[in-house]
């Protein structure tokens, strides 16, 4: 899974968003910190699911869209963070713009996994 451009990406960007979260407020630390790391580091968890069961088409495109969830569930953390006044507008762009090419990644894949799919 190391070799698909889509996880490297997803890792890279929820590493940044770790290291962002780190200046959120205390009192966010079960909430929005929480969940914001759990739903960026859930997209590699399901790319690399994904990768693990491209003998079945099904159940590839079935995890790649629970990646592609979590993509936008993470997107809408980080508007929360902005609005909160936990992010600046620089840096929230920044990783908007990052999770916008992940989950454009993500659907061309769902949408053509036959260039994924182990046949043997």
Do not use: W
Not at 19 to 38: G, H, N
Not at 41 to 64: D, Q, T, V, W
Not at 68 to 73: I, L
């Amino acid at each position: 899974m190391e070799n698909l451009i889509v996880y490297n990406k997803a890792y890279s960007v929820a590493m940044e968003v770790f290291e962002v979260s780190r200046s959120f407020p205390k009192e966010e630390i079960y909430s929005l910190t929480d969940q914001i790391r759990r739903s960026s580091r859930s997209i590699c968890a399901n790319i690399g699911e994904a990768y693990r069961k491209r003998k079945y088409p099904k159940n590839f495109i079935s995890k790649l869209t629970d990646a592609d969830g979590e993509c936008t569930e993470t997107l809408v953390h980080l508007s929360f963070a902005k609005d909160c006044g936990y992010l600046n507008e620089t840096k929230y762009l920044d990783l908007r713009s990052k999770y916008l090419e992940v989950g454009k990644m993500l659907g061309s894949i769902i949408n053509k996994p036959e260039n994924f799919i182990v046949t043997n």
